[in-house]
Antibody
């Protein structure tokens, strides 16, 4: 059974960097044709896709977050992580990691999203001064 | 405002059927057969219940069904049960700058 578990600090101050880790069990993050994503959910904005990592280090980001975002992986620990810099109150949300199905075409740089089949339980992040 | 439009709430009595709509454009819902639906109970993570417009993952009740017509996708729940009370979200692939879109969610109340 595939399980994903998020971890990280729940409270940050504005301008700090949010760092979260997603530990994966029951599957390998190096598996072909699977995309490992971060999604967040806030009362004001609903569900928002943040980005994903795949194919041993390739990434695809939400353009609205790209300038502040880094998603990376540690294959030795079978986990992937999110770093979001210069956070503001607007970044307060429940953050989920998830296994995603899709297809990325390198020649065009196009990512086709299919669906998210496994979600972590989520971790709450609050940004407050 | 979410990219995909869903009604904020729907309700039905046990045993009845309800349908939740998800409206998009030809660049997302209408352009791809990659519409998915998620069920979320309070305090829980979303759960995949429909993918590729109408397919159900193993273990999901056949009371849940999906369809699409033009730029609008629909989720139908038949034989409503109390346990179906939850929030439901649609999602779609998009050819826009943001390739993963979600609807704003629909709260289902079982009366």
């Amino acid at each position: 059974q595939v399980q994903l578990q998020e971890s990280g600090p729940g409270l940050l101050k504005p301008s700090q960097t949010l760092s979260l880790i997603c530990a994966v069990s029951g599957d390998s993050i190096s598996r072909d044709n699977y995309y490992w994503s971060w999604i967040r959910q806030s009362p004001g904005k609903g569900l928002e896709w943040i980005g994903c990592i795949f194919d041993r280090g390739s990434t695809y980001y939400n353009p609205s977050l790209k300038s502040r975002l880094t998603i990376s992986e540690d294959m030795s620990k079978n986990q992937f992580s999110l770093k979001l810099s210069s956070v503001t109150v607007a970044d307060s949300a429940m953050y989920f990691c998830a296994r995603t199905r899709g297809a990325f075409y390198y020649n065009s740089g196009t990512f086709y999203y299919y669906y998210i089949d496994v979600w972590g339980k989520g971790t709450a992040v609050t940004v407050s001064s | 405002q979410s990219a995909l439009t869903q009604p904020a709430s729907v309700s039905g009595s046990p045993g009845q059927s309800i349908t939740i709509s998800c409206s998009g454009t030809s660049s997302d819902v209408g352009g791809y057969n990659y519409v998915s639906w998620y069920q979320q109970h309070p305090g829980k993570a979303p759960k995949l219940i429909i993918y590729d417009v109408r397919d159900r993952p193993s273990g999901v009740s056949n009371r849940f069904s999906g369809s699409k017509s033009g730029n609008t996708a629909s989720l139908t729940i038949s034989g409503l049960q109390a346990e179906d009370e939850a929030d439901y979200y649609c999602s779609s692939c998009s050819s826009g700058s943001i390739t993963v879109l979600f609807g704003g969610g629909t709260r289902l109340t079982v009366l």
